[in-house]
Nanobody, 125 residues
């Protein structure tokens, strides 16, 4: 059992910014792909971004250019910054880690083994 912990959620107005954090006692982040997902009430869990093993990020089309993933120098904490969020970005946000050997294109929830409990983001206009 690996407990991933998200934090940083809250309420933000359109045009503001919010930075989400994800930590986990995984033995090696560098050997895993790390993903961010979100789920709004009544909707399926939606892919937001993936950080490949080499550190290269990929983003879903509707967040490209607005959201930004990063990590601390030790590679133990991952971040998702929401720049200029919109009301449609309101959702529970989750971080996840994959155990797949090849996960660079991993954008589906079943491709990720470890999940956090989520952190709520509410965007108001």
């Amino acid at each position: 059992q690996v407990n991933m912990i998200e934090s940083g959620g809250g309420s933000v107005q359109t045009g503001g910014s919010l930075k989400l954090s994800c930590t986990a006692p995984l033995d090696s982040w560098s050997a895993r792909c790390m993903g961010w997902f979100r789920q709004a009430p009544g909707k399926e869990r939606e892919w937001v971004a993936t950080v490949e093993k080499n550190g290269r990020p990929t983003y879903a089309g509707d967040v490209q250019g607005r959201f930004h993933v990063s990590q601390d120098d030790a590679g133990m904490t991952h971040y998702l910054r929401l720049n200029g969020p919109k009301p449609d970005d309101t959702a529970m946000y989750y971080c996840a880690a994959s155990d797949l050997s090849f996960c660079d294109a991993a954008s589906r929830p079943f491709e990720y083994k470890y999940w956090g409990q989520g952190t709520q983001v509410t965007v108001s206009s």
